[in-house]
């Protein structure tokens, strides 16, 4: 038995369909066929992953077909991200996900033969929102929702949740953290309520402006304490 095809990093950007529409996906391909190819690259799945799954599903032997970039006249990243964003209906959400998650790719693997834009360099970020096409400061508010709540993030990359609705959860949280710092019920390690307590509220104030987590600075907070 052929050991199951995983699909690229890049094609992993992209969230998978849902299960109602796999299942109707899956139904089509077995009542009329495979009409669009599953396109590999290096030995993993470049495009078409559900179609892949969908064909596993209902039994059939699916159709594929090796990317050629001199062929295409593109390079991976712009095939993937061609396909799946002319091809899909993707929230805002989703899209400053995808950015985000595309420019830790770039980070982790830079290309030394990419030609850069002249002018002033920019960070992977940047360059990952404008080839996607969005707001560089919806991702940075979607890496808060990630650095906040990694259940959240996924909802929201799944299209499940807003991304305004991601933050607004967030802020709420942290405005209920400081709002029980401030009337004194979050208790330093002995128990005491005095130095913890003015400490712990100055903590909970300057990650709110800053939109980091509040107990990131409340154990901020105990590391000075207890070097005291």
Known sequence: MPKPLRPHPLAALF??????????????IKEHGQLEPIILYQGLILDGRNRYRACQMVGVKPWMEEFDPKA???????FVLSRNLRRRQLSAGQKAAIALDWS?????????????PLGRPKGPLAEAAKYIG????????VRQVREASLNLYRQVKAGQR???????????????QAREVRSGKSKGPSGSRSAWGVLAYTFARIGAVVNLKVED????????????
Do not use: M, W
Request: contains cysteine; glycine residues 2%; proline residues 9%.
């Open 134 to 141: 969005i707001n560089e400061q919806r991702v940075f508010e």
């Open 217 to 228: 600075y409340c154990r901020s907070g105990k590391t000075v304490l207890a070097s005291l």
């Open 104 to 116: 830790e790719q770039i980070e982790l693997n830079p290309d030394p033969e990419k030609i850069r």
């Open 15 to 28: 969230p998978d369909l849902p299960p109602d529409e796999l299942r109707h996906l899956a139904r089509d």
């Open 72 to 78: 295409a006249e593109r390079t991976p990243e712009e």
């Open 162 to 176: 807003s991304l305004n609705s991601a933050l607004a959860e967030i802020d709420s949280a942290r405005n209920a």
